[in-house]
């Protein structure tokens, strides 16, 4: 089991910068990749970036060149920095994160969520 902690949402003006972290802990096994999705109200959930467990990175053409994605092993945090917010990068936040269980269990994949964090940009 996986618990995800998003934080570092809230109000900026556009042109403005927010990092967001998530915080993974409660778990036994493997997670395969993290990655940052964001809902706003009426719209499906839409992928902003992921990250492998081998640390590869990749970011949807929309927030490219504005925002990237890096973790920190040691603490299990995931971040997403964003800068040169938009209008458009309002919403809700979202960290998920891709689980295999421990060996010797066969490995299967389980996907968690947190619970999500505001990130609102002015215009």
């Known amino acids: 089991q996986v618990q995800l902690v998003e934080s570092g949402g809230g109000l900026v003006q556009a042109g403005g910068s927010l990092r967001l972290s998530c915080a993974a802990s409660?778990?036994?096994?493997?997670?395969?990749?993290m990655a940052w999705y964001r809902q706003t109200p009426g719209k499906p959930r839409e992928l902003v970036a992921s990250i492998t467990r081998g640390g590869m990175p990749n970011v949807v053409d929309s927030v490219e060149g504005r925002f990237t994605i890096s973790m920190d092993n040691t603490k299990n945090i995931v971040y997403l920095q964003m800068n040169s917010l938009k209008p458009e990068d309002t919403a809700v936040y979202y960290c998920n994160a891709d689980w295999s269980p421990p060996p010797p269990i066969t490995p299967y994949n389980l996907q968690y969520w947190g619970q999500g964090t505001q990130v609102t940009v002015s215009s």
């Open positions: 409660g778990s036994a096994g493997m997670i395969n990749a």
